[in-house]
């Protein structure tokens, strides 16, 4: 029989490898050997192992040697080279997909053919597709009436679970191979194309059916009857896995289902791939590293009754301790190698195991229902998580992730499944994934973390979020395709546009490199001056503050730059808890960061939440379109016993400092009217009370409404300041949903439609002598930031990281220039005209 090697450069990928190939020939005796990786358990190809693989399979049959790349093909050569001429000629070395070519090799040795065959066999496998599809890539498989001898045929049920595929399908072929008939299969359910019975590739990519499913084989030829009977009898036997099936659930317990799997790994051919992608750039900066595909375990949840509620009560709450416990130890582990608030994320995590209400509903389902464990966390959790399905703010969609996640490690706990895949990261890598939690991201060893890649998500993901804290590059809604890349695939990835490149060019590598050399020496040069003010080439100053979610980021803002916080995110104080924090915890928190900053300019925001965006101990109710319904300001409002503590709040937190207040959300001038009526009923209730509090302080709103924009004149001598939201004023203004892969191409806050009303707010709050800021994303965006400047914008808010390269680039540029380029990016077509005229022009201040 013809021996099989396998050399990769990972020995549990070689490992791997041999195995599926083995179950597939169903054959014991499958000489095969796996030689993969070096001697110490690192990655690399060695010539030992190769030449004591090649000398455990050896026999005059030959050998066929299947390889993955690179190193592994220069040093199998070199072990050819070595073996004597007369064992050196029985010896191939193949360019087979190394999956596909194993298994296909595996299937035709175990069938006695020869070296030249088993060689075909692994190098032809690829010819099929792997994945279905409505209309065949290849020509169909011979038809039997091309034969001779009489036609049989017959139509079958697959009864087994499995289904025809994967050890199935290999009986399926080899028994097929026994008779000299041609004969066919066909998925007559799914309405595809009659293949080849005996070729293992074509039955595996085209002849696959489910349980359930009907299927027709035809034979002809002269022992057309026996295969027909013997293919029969094989498929309604199951092929074999009908009693294992029945001594498997024989031998589980009721009350606990079958622990999830991993889902496997899709395998694509590489020649499918596409070799560059894009996505939404989420973090500026370039990588190029091998990628790591991270796919979730399989946490399907399989309903069953148990006869002992009590004792099924009993496991969950186990599962509860053990879950709390974890979660104490990613949370020191996190605030000892990151900092206290990546830490905190898991405060709410731990909150929701120790909630009264989420245990009781579970504990009473259990008893009720009878169900296991399981079955009641997935609906308790999944009612939770439907309150956030469809959010898409950085905040309430960070809090339906959690929500998940925390069901996720519940489940996992009682399923016993394994969730520390990404905290054993082998090598310098990209992260490749669906989409990441942060649970998942936590115990990550950000010195192997070259970049992140995931195919779902938007710029307000917490994976973009997180990359952006870390100083990581990282591009997301790339899409499904990007899982298939195999880990391993070498990536480069640029975090400012967006693109990947899949098997980059040597060329391309070197200009990556070339291109983060850069950037590391620009961010080290901007630090070094990030405390000096933003002053252009022609003398023009501007205000370069900071957006900040609580005491600790206060403080990495002064240490970036900051000349202020021209964005306080209040809604830290009502997140990860079952109750409104009152006034004194409010005072507390504000005059905690007032402290930090001292008397540069600190801009609150009043709370931005309602609507799509509920906490779970506030009531608002439904509504058909919850975006556009009762939210920030609006649910204010409505609700003096929410904003009154907190503009009292405000008001204290004030005094000695430079505080400012600002209203999000605002759409008329109403709103504003109400707004400041309800802050001068909190200052008249201070006084009263005989409370400490400022008398006047500036107040602003948030533009991020087409309306406010339009509107810009009416709404200024009602403000002393504007702040524009780019993020909401680009997806109203758009009509796209910023967190929606399917329609991200369209949000860009460099259309001109945007750029058009930006101009407007600016105009209209100078004409009535009032400042403009921007503190969305925008503001700290490398592109956006010349066009702001000519635009006239008084203040870029941003996150603290981003603030000392944007110092840098302001001094570089002329504000008349910079004016110039405005007017005519504003008359260009759309966002990528734009994008592409500001290159240039930013190309040109390099040069």
């Known amino acids: 029989m013809v021996g099989i090697v396998i050399v990769a450069h990972s020995q549990e990928l070689a490992q791997g490898v041999c195995a599926v190939a083995s179950q597939m020939s169903a054959r014991s005796d499958l000489p095969i050997v796996a030689a993969g990786g070096l001697e110490d358990g690192g990655l690399g190809t060695s010539f030992e192992r190769i030449q004591q693989a090649v000398d455990a399979v050896y026999s005059e049959d030959g050998v066929l040697i299947l390889m993955d790349l690179g190193s592994a093909v220069m040093t199998t050569q070199m072990v050819l080279e070595m073996l004597p001429p007369e064992q050196r000629a029985h010896v191939r070395l193949s360019n087979a997909p190394l999956v596909e070519g194993a298994i296909a090799a595996a ?114 030829g002269e022992d057309a009857d026996e295969a027909i009977a013997a293919l029969s009898a094989l498929v309604e036997a199951g092929f074999g896995e009908m009693e294992e099936e029945k001594e498997e659930a024989a031998t589980t317990p009721p009350s606990r289902p079958p622990v999830s799997q991993p889902a496997p790994s899709p395998v694509v051919p590489q020649g499918s791939l596409p070799s560059r992608l894009q996505g939404i750039g989420a973090s500026e900066g370039y990588a190029v590293a091998p990628a790591f595909v991270y796919r979730r375990p399989d946490l399907r949840v399989e309903r069953c009754t148990v006869d002992d509620p009590q004792a099924e009560i009993d496991r969950f709450r186990r599962a509860l301790d053990t879950a709390r416990h974890q979660l104490d130890e990613v949370q020191q582990h996190v605030s000892a190698t990151a900092d206290e608030q990546t830490g905190r994320i898991f405060e709410f995590h731990r909150m929701m195991l120790e909630d009264d209400e989420l245990v009781s509903t579970v504990e009473e389902k259990i008893a009720t229902e009878h169900c296991n464990a399981e079955a009641a966390v997935s609906d308790v959790i999944g009612q939770w998580v439907s309150h956030f399905e469809s959010l898409d703010d950085e905040l309430m969609s960070a809090r339906a992730a959690d929500v998940r996640d925390v069901g996720n490690r519940l489940l996992a706990v009682l399923m016993g499944v394994d969730l520390s895949q990404l905290s054993q990261l082998p090598e310098p890598v990209i992260v490749v994934a669906e ?152 005072f507390a928190a504000y005059r905690a960061i007032a402290e930090v900053m001292g008397q540069r ?27 556009l319904g009762v939210r920030a300001i609006r649910l204010c409002l409505e609700r003096p016993d929410i904003f009154q503590p907190q503009l ?61 924009a339009i509107a810009a004149d009416v709404l200024a001598p009602e403000v002393d300041f504007f702040s524009i939201g780019s993020n909401d004023l680009t997806q109203y203004t758009l009509a796209c949903d910023r967190g929606n892969e399917r329609v991200s191409y369209l949000y860009h806050p460099l259309d001109p439609a945007v750029l058009r009303l930006i101009r407007n707010v600016i105009e209209a709050g100078h004409a009535a002598g009032k400042w403009v800021g921007v503190c969305g994303e925008m503001a700290g965006q490398r592109l956006a930031i010349p066009i702001l400047l000519g635009l006239g914008l008084d203040e870029f808010s941003m996150t603290p990281r981003a603030i000392p390269v944007a110092k840098q680039l302001i001094r570089q540029l002329d504000r008349g220039q910079a004016q110039a380029l405005a007017q005519e990016v504003l008359a260009l077509g759309d966002a990528a005209e734009v994008e592409a005229r500001v290159t240039d022009f930013l190309g040109g201040l390099e040069t």
């Open 648 to 708: 009292r709040a405000i008001l204290r937190a004030g005094v000695g400092h430079n505080v400012k207040v600002m209203f999000p959300m605002v759409a008329t001038r109403g709103e504003v009217l109400q707004a400041r009526a309800a802050l001068d009923q909190a200052r008249r209730d201070l006084a009263a009370d005989g409370i400490p509090h400022v008398d006047q302080l500036e107040v602003g709103i948030m533009v991020e409404t087409p309306a406010a």
């Open 601 to 627: 300019p600190l801009i609150v925001r009043t709370l931005d939440v309602g609507g799509d965006k509920q906490l779970p101990y506030l009531d608002i109710g439904t509504e058909l379109n919850p975006f």
């Open 107 to 220: 299937v035709a040795a175990s069938l006695g053919d020869d070296l030249d065959q088993v060689q075909r066999a692994a190098e032809t496998a690829m010819e099929l597709p792997k994945i279905p599809q409505a209309e065949p890539l290849a020509p169909p498989a011979e038809s039997p009436s091309a034969a001779t001898g009489p036609i049989r045929s017959v139509e079958l049920v697959v009864p087994n679970p499995v289904g025809l595929h994967a050890r199935p399908a290999a009986l399926f072929v080899q028994t097929a191979s026994r008779f000299a008939s041609k004969i066919t299969v066909q998925n007559v359910t799914q309405g595809r194309q009659p293949v080849d019975a005996k070729s293992m590739m074509q039955v595996a990519s085209q002849g696959t059916a489910r349980q359930g499913e009907r299927i027709r084989i035809v034979a002809q």
């Open 435 to 586: 989409d990441l939690v942060p649970s998942e991201t936590a115990l990550m060893d950000r010195t192997r973390v070259r970049g992140l890649c995931t195919a779902l998500g938007g710029s307000t993901s917490h994976t973009a979020i997180l990359a952006r804290m870390w100083g990581i590059p990282a591009v997301v809604g790339v899409g499904e395709e990007i899982l298939a890349v195999p880990s391993g695939t070498i990536l480069a990835l640029d975090g400012e546009s967006g693109v990947v490149e899949v098997n980059p060019s040597p060329e391309t590598v070197r200009a990556y490199r070339a291109r983060q050399e850069r950037l590391t020496a620009v961010q080290a040069k901007a630090l070094e001056r990030a405390t000096e003010p933003a002053l252009t080439r022609d003398g023009h100053r501007v205000e370069v503050v900071a957006n900040i979610g609580d005491v600790d980021s206060a403080h990495e803002a002064i240490s970036y730059g900051a000349e202020g916080v021209g964005l306080l995110r209040t809604e830290f104080l009502y997140l990860g808890r079952t109750t409104l924090p009152d006034e004194e915890e409010q």
